[in-house]
């Protein structure tokens, strides 16, 4: 089975930057995609990024494009997020999924993924 741990969460100042990680572990293989998610309280789950394990190809929500990026480093089963210029609108807990079923596509649907990691903080406040 899967298991995925996020880490780099933390207060940050507006403008400032962090820098998100999503280790695997487990079954690591023959999944179509990882995806970075964020709840703000009160605030439905909503999709950030997503990146291929095929080609490695990315895909961002509107919000962030442009200042968050997306990568992975096969060799460590290590995904990250690397957020700039943040806004205290990004602060929210920050997920990392897998999804296994489906085929290579990209989405941002929280419902398509069926592997979570717990969560881990982003607060961006002065």
């Known amino acids: 089975q899967l298991q995925l741990v996020e880490s780099g969460g933390g207060l940050v100042q507006p403008g400032g930057s962090l820098r998100l990680s999503c280790a695997a572990s487990?079954?690591?293989?023959?999944?179509?995609?990882i995806g970075w998610f964020r709840q703000a309280p009160g605030k439905e789950r909503e999709g950030v990024s997503c990146i291929s394990n095929s080609d490695g190809g990315t895909y961002y929500a509107d919000s962030v494009k442009g200042r968050f990026t997306i990568s992975r480093d096969n060799a460590k089963n290590t995904v990250y997020l690397q957020m700039n210029s943040l806004k205290p609108e990004d602060t929210a807990v920050y997920y990392c999924a897998a999804r296994y079923s489906g085929s290579y596509y990209y989405t941002l649907l929280p419902y398509e993924y069926d592997y979570w990691g717990q969560g881990t903080q982003v607060t961006v406040s002065s």
């Open positions: 487990g079954f690591t293989s023959d999944y179509y995609g």
